[in-house]
């Protein structure tokens, strides 16, 4: 049984945008096999998941001004790698989707005077007052200017939860997570239950499951398990993602060896930098 209204499900559930889903492929498959590919194969890509190339040419322009793709030319073709100032920005995403799962070490409160909206959305930050912000104690924090403070629980540890949806719209992030289970869950059973995907289906499925799943987690502030409420769904969100990323990603990357052209030739099925990728997911099991 080969899997095809479910798939055409997912990609009609999400609002796919070139730009995000330029970055996604980059980020999932060209940056750990190299960083470069062919204009060609990323419009044959895109295709797969319903962008047109128009789209795809003005997207790629677009990420080539703001500093995140750079493009060189070889006779008629050309090829796109990531810019090195965004080297930092993809492989923090890269170690929240692929890496170990990390617990927040506590909190942190910021002064910081002037941080701007953006700041505020990307560094996860919750608004105490004035200039005041808390966030979970993450490695990899984005760093921001002014006077920081740990920050513990002393007594009354019960309100916490509460306490922390008063700064932090958690609702949103949970009804993010929800929605990726919802969207995907159809395919893990049929997965389960023995349908096939076409190789090139499964390349298109693991990338609109990426989108889906860091579109929420890159948004949240991922704080101590006891600032969350009881009924958390980024646990089993994060579950449901590592079981079926392993779970295509076979013949997704078998596919990718064998289609997708780089400078050189085809990119490699695996590197040692998607091995790693798989083998940490595996861990998620464990959670």
């Known amino acids: ?30 940056v750990p096999r190299g960083g470069v590919l062919w204009m060609g194969t990323l419009v044959e890509i895109c295709a797969g998941l319903g962008i047109s190339e128009t789209l795809v040419r003005t997207a790629v322009s677009r990420l080539v001004a703001a500093g995140q793709l750079v493009g060189e030319r070889d006779g008629r073709r050309s090829y796109y790698g990531l810019a090195s100032g965004a080297r930092t920005e993809f492989a923090a995403a890269a170690r929240l989707l692929y890496g170990p799962p990390s617990s927040a070490r506590g909190f942190l409160i910021h002064h910081a005077p002037g941080v701007d909206d953006e700041t505020v959305r990307r560094a996860g930050l919750g608004r105490m007052g004035p200039d005041l912000y808390m966030r979970s104690d993450h490695p990899g924090n984005l760093p921001l200017p002014g006077l920081t403070f740990r920050a513990e629980v002393a007594e009354e540890a019960a309100l916490l939860p509460a306490y922390a949806a008063t700064l932090w719209n958690l609702q949103s992030f949970a009804d993010g997570y929800r929605a990726v289970i919802d969207l995907f869950s159809p ?30 987690l890159l948004r949240d ?51 040692d930098e998607v091995v790693a990728r798989l083998q940490s997911l595996a861990s998620d099991a464990d959670v």
């Open 187 to 216: 395919l893990a059973a049929a997965l389960h239950e023995g349908a096939a995907l076409l190789p090139a289906d499964a390349v298109s499925a693991r990338l609109l499951l990426v989108q889906a799943y860091r579109a929420v």
């Open 221 to 271: 502030p991922r704080l101590p398990s006891d600032a969350l409420p009881a009924d958390w769904p980024g646990i089993a969100a994060r579950r449901l993602f590592s079981e079926l990323y392993r779970k295509i990603s076979p013949l997704a990357d078998d596919y990718i060896g064998t289609h997708f052209e780089a400078r050189d030739g085809y990119l490699p099925a695996r590197t």
């Open 1 to 30: 049984m080969r899997i095809t209204g479910t798939l055409s499900d997912i990609q009609a559930g999400l609002a796919v945008r070139a730009p995000a889903m330029i970055v996604t492929i980059y980020g999932d498959i060209v």
